[in-house]
């Protein structure tokens, strides 16, 4: 089970700090991913990391603005968001149970039931 948390109203320019907690299983042995979805748009994958096999994937509008990483102790996947802009406004996701490469991500299966993130001034 995950359970996404952290979303709120920002202005652009703010950042923000995304948590997922995982329960039921150990986070470090997966793929785990953050996708969002905007109103009226496509779910996509914003990021995703394998620490099994050493893989980290961005997607390109969100490079050098967002990192993700994982807390083995509290068995946390996080999405640091900083310099947001509106177009970052989403329900955010996180998902396990897929692939993660450098390339993208990948049958995730396991979802989160979001949070939402609204930038706006």
């Known amino acids: 089970q995950l359970q996404a948390s952290g979303g709120g109203l920002v202005q652009p320019g703010d950042s923000l700090k995304l948590s997922c907690a995982a329960s039921?299983?150990?986070?470090?042995?997966?793929?785990i991913a953050w996708y969002r979805q905007a109103p009226g748009k496509e779910r996509e994958a914003v990021s995703c990391?394998?620490?099994?096999?050493?893989?980290?994937f961005y997607k390109d509008s969100v490079k050098g603005r967002f990192t993700i990483s994982s807390d083995n102790a509290k068995n946390t996947l996080y999405l640091q968001m900083s310099s947001l802009k509106p177009e970052d406004t989403a329900k955010y996701f996180c998902?396990?149970?897929?692939?993660?490469?450098?390339?993208?991500?990948?049958?995730?299966?396991?979802w989160g039931q979001g949070t939402l993130v609204t930038v706006s001034s």
């Open positions: 998902a396990s149970g897929g692939f993660c490469s450098t390339y993208g991500a990948y049958d995730y299966e396991t």
């Open positions: 039921g299983f150990n986070l470090d042995d997966y793929a």
């Open positions: 990391i394998s620490k099994k096999y050493g893989k980290i």
